[in-house]
């Protein structure tokens, strides 16, 4: 007795049979199991009705007119690639039933067949109809949902970087590929540590990594990212674990937000700050200073004519060595006098191609007796051929003297060293320019706030040494970036526009 299953949505049923009579019996059995069934005897209308709607079984005769249900059932299959098949046969031979299963019949039964046995084959046919179609469906549903949370991740402007276990990368989103101008495909399986601007910042990585792994939520890490322009990002990460449901092993997925833009801004809002008191102080201070710095050098003139003069030479000779001492002082007060003044009132750019040779070379005679006295030796290398740069000839002078004593100062309590100046083309627009020196290296405790004034380490220093560094650079379009090596050593870089010389006419910004 043929009965309806109630779990099984109603289907359609394709019955293919030459004998008319058994074709319309077996449709009326399934219809009677509560589905659609058609019945034909010609392979080409059952493939018609097959194409203008679909079908989720067929049950074919082996033996048809024309084709054989074999080929039949392939067509089908191409048509609904879904459906399932099962082949009828009055004489099974182990040859049909091998061609049958590779068409992908999903049965054959032999005829005369039980109608219970061949419902119920029907049913688990369908049943296997059904798992496929959810099948695909959920597998539909999650790419939708991947496709859904990759543009979640790919939109926003956040960094996500998600590291296995060994700390290598293992996803790079858009947005640390946009700022930092590696793509995903060179970071991917790259150790995220190689991305970092030093190596306390690698040891701070790995140990967030294992706190993550560990199960701990690891906010607020202050790490920067270094960037293909030899450039750095200030990021503030989140590092936490995930685990796949069907992967064992978890990974961590750091989040980062790219604090360079605010903490700069921070930055020069103090530095303007510190500016504008500075420019009041000076204009105030600048003028009652030089009167008395410039009488007390005209009465040091004075004072050392006169001991010209002294007929005792041993009394001379000691007047003029302090008469030395105060001139030196008095060249400080005012060199950093101008400094002052130039820092709150810059003077205007005056712009023309420069030779960087020249600015090396004067450059290196004027730190030569210093470098000497400390035991260092200035070297320079320049690319080959004439590198001119746009830029105001004396302010990079004053850049380069403040570096290279700056990198002379740094060695000074060392073993003998050099300090290196060199100069090479970057494309065809901009030139680098780079000092370096095996000194201690930046002290960590400042290296953020390099660039603010009256950040020093030296007893004796001002700190605007840097300060009036970066403001040229800036004033020039130029960038200025300084790192750290892994054993010591400062690197200073600097980019400046190229120029011609054939276009030597000064302007004045
Ligand atoms: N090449 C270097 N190697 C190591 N530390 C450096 C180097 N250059 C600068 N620094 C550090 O940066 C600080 C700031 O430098 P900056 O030139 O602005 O001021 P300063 O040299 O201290 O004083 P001054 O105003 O006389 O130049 C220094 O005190 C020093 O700690
Ligand atoms: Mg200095």
Known sequence: MVSVDATQPSAEVLVVDDNGGLAENVAEMFSLAGHRARAFTDPRSACDAARSAPFDLAVLDVRLPHQSGVELAAELKTLCPDAEIILMTANATVDTAIAAVRQGAFAYVQKPFDPDELISLGSRALKQVHLGRERLRLLDELARSETVYRGVVESVDSFIVSVDAAGNVQMWNRA???????????????????????????????????????????????????????????????????????????????????????????????????????????????????????????????????????????????????????????????????????????????????????????????????????????????????????????????????????????MAKREPGSVKLSCHGQGDQRVEIRVEDQGPGIPPEIAQKLFTPFVTSKEAGTGLGLTIVKRIIDRHGGTIFVSTGDPGGTVVRITLQRANPALRSARVV
Not at 354 to 383: H, K, M, R, S, Y
């Open 176 to 410: 640390v590929a946009e700022v930092t101008g590696f793509d995903a495909a060179s970071a991917l399986r790259k150790p995220f540590s190689s991305f970092l601007v030093s190596l306390p910042a690698r040891r701070q990585l790995s140990r967030a990594i294992e706190r993550a792994l560990a199960g701990e939520v690891v906010a607020n890490v202050e790490l920067s990212l270094r960037t293909q322009s030899e450039g750095q990002r200030i990021v503030r990460w989140r590092f936490s674990r995930f685990s796949f449901a069907q992967r064992s092993e978890p990974i961590v997925l750091a989040v980062g937000a790219d604090l360079t833009d605010r903490l700069e801004l921070e930055r020069r809002a103090a530095e303007a700050e510190a500016m504008a008191s500075l420019g009041t102080l000076t204009a105030g201070l600048a003028h009652e200073i030089r009167n008395p710095l410039n009488a007390a050098s005209l009465q040091l003139e004075l004072l050392s004519r006169s001991a010209d003069k002294l007929p005792d030479p041993k009394l001379k000779e000691r007047i003029d060595v302090r008469v030395a001492i105060v001139k030196e002082e008095l060249a400080r007060l005012t060199n950093l006098l101008s400094d002052f003044l130039n820092l709150a009132k810059p003077k205007g750019l005056n712009l023309e191609p420069v030779d960087v040779a020249v600015l090396f070379g004067e450059v290196l005679a004027l730190q030569e007796p210093l470098a000497t006295g400390a035991n260092i030796t200035l070297v320079q290398e320049l690319d080959e051929g004439p590198q001119w740069v746009r830029g105001d000839h004396a302010m990079l002078k004053q850049v380069l003297m403040n570096l290279v004593l700056n990198a002379i100062e740094a």
